[in-house]
């Protein structure tokens, strides 16, 4: 119970937060973003995530930024430790690099390349919920 109210109450606090939108809104993000499949053995699309584009040195919690086929930012993700969550670490300043977040979803990872021990995905999305399909496959 007390994991999910600091989880809740970290993503209330991304509401609050002021947009900032650093040009990446089309892919390839500049900076010091790298490809995620250029960087660990995934495929280029993720389907239901997209596109990811990392700064290898925030790894592994990100921000990722997603893109769809099109190129288009549509969220913003971080994969946040499920250690980090259990010792109840704050997350109060989650940037959302793409600006204006539309809603939130949460979602458990047990774990993957790049990111090889149990997370969440907190997905900061950029689009209305009925956008989401953009990249679903």
């Known amino acids: ?28 993000p500049g ?22 584009y990392v700064d290898p040195k925030t790894l592994p919690a990100g921000p990722f930024l997603a893109y769809d086929h099109t190129g288009r930012l549509v969220s913003t993700i971080y994969m946040v430790p499920l250690k980090d969550i259990n010792e109840q670490k704050q997350f109060g300043d989650l940037p959302a690099p793409g600006g204006k977040v539309d809603h939130v979803t949460l979602s458990y990872n047990a774990g993957h390349p790049g990111v090889p021990d149990p997370h969440y995905h907190i997905v900061l999305w950029h689009v209305p919920k009925g956008q989401e399909s953009l990249v679903a496959k």
């Open 1 to 28: 119970m007390i994991r999910k109210t600091i989880v809740a109450a970290g993503i209330v606090s991304l509401f609050a937060m002021p947009a900032l939108a650093q040009g990446v809104e089309h892919a390839p």
């Open 31 to 52: 900076g010091a973003y790298k490809k995620v499949s250029e960087l660990v053995k995934l495929p280029d699309f993720l389907p239901g995530l997209g596109t990811l």
